[in-house]
């Protein structure tokens, strides 16, 4: 099946650093996702993404689908963007079935 | 907003039992999902259902069954609970009407933090 690989694994950040976490997935998709989970368990869709650049406030993405990777940049980091960010993804020839999620990166924001 | 409830926050059972995880989602979501987490690997899919009375295996679904008797509702059974199912299990659903756009997206649960003793 199709390989997602998260980078890096963990990140510590002082509160107000930028930051860029990668995903790299082996098999072209044709659904994205990236989520954060709290850290108390609560995960949430941040962007579906599977092509092109979005923004949301302080966090935006950007999947390069044919170089099959994806870019989550958090700018001005809070603390209440501990916690870790997956990405998801789905392939064409699987589409409308499931996601697969990559391991994850595990983001600590210190005040 | 979909609202996707876990009925069980927090369960602590013993080797051997029987052990059942109930989720609700309340938008009339035709796939549902049973996912666990452990340190490091991620998500894993266990199963999913795309209708009521369907279900497909995911990437781990030894030792794991599953249940849809109704559309809103999708359980999550393990027949004789072991130490090594001891996770984080986590439920999702999304509308299959909408493959290919921005409403194809996952809404999990909160969560159900099994420990096995």
């Known amino acids: 099946g199709i390989q997602v690989e998260q980078s890096p694994p963990d990140l510590i950040l002082q509160e107000g650093a930028n930051s860029t976490l990668r995903c790299n997935f082996s098999?072209?998709?044709?659904?994205l996702q990236w989520f954060h989970q709290n850290p108390w368990g609560q995960l949430i869709n941040l962007f579906y993404?599977?092509?092109g650049t979005k923004q949301n406030g302080r966090l935006s993405a950007t999947t390069v689908a044919t170089e099959r990777y994806s870019l989550l940049y958090i700018s001005s980091s809070q603390t209440t963007d501990s916690g870790v960010y997956f990405c998801?993804?789905?392939?064409?020839?699987?589409?409308?079935?499931?996601?697969?999620f990559g391991g994850g990166t595990r983001l600590m924001v210190k005040p | 907003d979909v609202k996707v409830t876990q009925s069980s926050r927090y369960l602590v059972k013993r080797t051997g039992e029987k052990v059942f995880l109930e989720c609700v989602q309340d938008?009339?979501?035709?796939?549902m999902f049973w996912y666990r987490q452990d340190p490091g690997l991620g998500l894993r899919l266990i199963y999913f259902?795309?209708?009521?009375?369907?279900?497909e295996k995911g990437d781990i679904p030894e030792g794991y069954s599953v249940s849809r008797e109704k559309k809103e509702r999708f359980s999550l059974i393990l027949e004789s609970a072991s130490t090594n199912q001891t996770s984080m299990y986590l439920c999702?659903?999304?509308?299959?009407?909408?493959?290919?756009?921005?409403?194809?997206?996952?809404?999990f649960g909160a969560g159900s933090r099994l420990t096995v003793l």
């Open positions: 999702a659903s999304r509308d299959s009407g909408q493959v290919f756009s921005g409403a194809n997206v996952l809404t």
């Open positions: 259902s795309y209708d009521v009375k369907m279900k």
């Open positions: 998801a993804v789905e392939p064409f020839y699987n589409a409308g079935n499931m996601l697969t």
């Open positions: 993404i599977p092509s």
């Open positions: 098999d072209s998709v044709n659904n």
């Open positions: 938008m009339d979501h035709e796939n």
